[in-house]
Nanobody, 119 residues
Framework: QVQLVESGGGLVQPGGSLRLSCAAS????????MGWYRQAPGKQRELVAA???????NYADSVKGRFTISRDNAKNTLYLQMNSLKPEDTAVYYC?????????????WGQGTQVTVSS
């Protein structure tokens, strides 16, 4: 079992920046992939960015060039650097960890952190 706790959300003006953190309860070096999802009111949860144990990354088209996902295995922490924020980025952001154990997939979720972009 992996427990995930997000932090770093808050209120920011358009064009501003935030860095989200996701602290894991155990080492993450063995986790195949971790990612950030978000869910805005009236919308389904969507993948924002993901990173694999091999270092490959994937971003939603809407955030490419603005967001950067990274992980610090020594600190068991996942990050999402968000720059040039737009009002449409407003959502609850969730941390996700994905791994496969004996060919069985597992997904773990944090409780979410609110990001509000408004002037």
């Amino acid at each position: 079992q992996v427990q995930l706790v997000e932090s770093g959300g808050g209120l920011v003006q358009p064009g501003g920046s935030l860095r989200l953190s996701c602290a894991a309860s155990t080492t993450i070096f063995s986790i195949y992939a971790m990612g950030w999802y978000r869910q805005a009111p009236g919308k389904q949860r969507e993948l924002v960015a993901a990173i694999t144990s091999g270092g490959s990354t994937n971003y939603a088209d809407s955030v490419k060039g603005r967001f950067t996902i990274s992980r610090d295995n020594a600190k068991n922490t996942l990050y999402l650097q968000m720059n040039s924020l737009k009002p449409e980025d407003t959502a609850v952001y969730y941390c996700n960890a994905h791994r496969v154990v004996i060919f069985t997939p597992y997904d773990y979720w944090g409780q979410g952190t609110q990001v509000t972009v408004s002037s």
